[in-house]
């Protein structure tokens, strides 16, 4: 798979310093311990199936699962270990860590720290998503699917080709539909 791509996951810093690559960032969400230990226990204790038996039910009363919680006897191990290994590279330049209570106290405030976080990104993807790249690049899905060569399936790049086609009567026509159906946006084509 190339990069960017993006995963959500639950995978421990550790995991991911091992096979990520320094140029990869990450945004870690924590929530507050309390509403997880119920949230896992809710889920765990459905007793209903999980794709490819990954979680099972659990059987205990919910005492019992916090004893285990606390001790970091769960699926995904200790919540404590988990979220203070993202925690203490919080301040990395490649690491964003967000308190899933922040998001909901300031939803917006978060979105734009998230934004800001990326934003080196942008002149990346802004230069593979130009007509030039996309023409001459062998990854592009769409062309594949039509067993096309992206350079064939990305003609001119440009907003006029049309003009090369078009009679004067079928330029009207569809002048015509556009204002009926787009009044506000007919005046950009």
């Known amino acids: 798979m190339q990069d960017p791509r993006i995963f959500i996951e639950h995978v421990p810093y550790k995991i991911y310093k091992s096979v990520g690559n320094k140029k990869s960032k990450y945004i870690y969400i924590a929530r507050n311990p309390r509403e997880v230990a119920v949230s896992l226990y ?10 490819n038996n990954l979680l099972v039910g659990f059987n205990g009363t919910w005492g ?3 004893d285990s919680f606390i001790k970091g006897e769960t699926y995904y191990g200790g919540w404590f270990d988990h979220v203070s290994e993202w925690y203490e590279h919080r301040n990395d330049a490649n690491v964003l860590f967000i ?3 922040e998001l909901l106290r300031d939803l917006s405030g978060s979105i734009i720290r998230i934004a800001g976080f990326l934003e080196d990104l942008v ?3 802004c ?3 130009s007509f030039e790249v996309m023409k001459t690049d062998k990854d592009v899905k769409v062309a594949d699917f039509l067993l096309l ?3 064939t399936f990305f003609r001119s790049g440009t ?3 049309w003009e090369e086609m078009f009679t004067d009567e079928q330029k009207a026509e569809i002048d015509q539909l556009m204002s009926k159906y787009f009044k506000k946006e007919a005046e950009l084509f």
């Open 99 to 101: 308190w899933y209570e």
């Open 123 to 125: 002149k990346d993807i």
């Open 64 to 66: 019992q699962f916090f």
């Open 159 to 161: 907003n006029r080709s």
């Open 42 to 51: 809710k889920i765990l204790s459905t007793k209903k199936p999980f794709p």
């Open 149 to 151: 060569e992206p350079s």
């Open 127 to 129: 230069e593979k998503a």
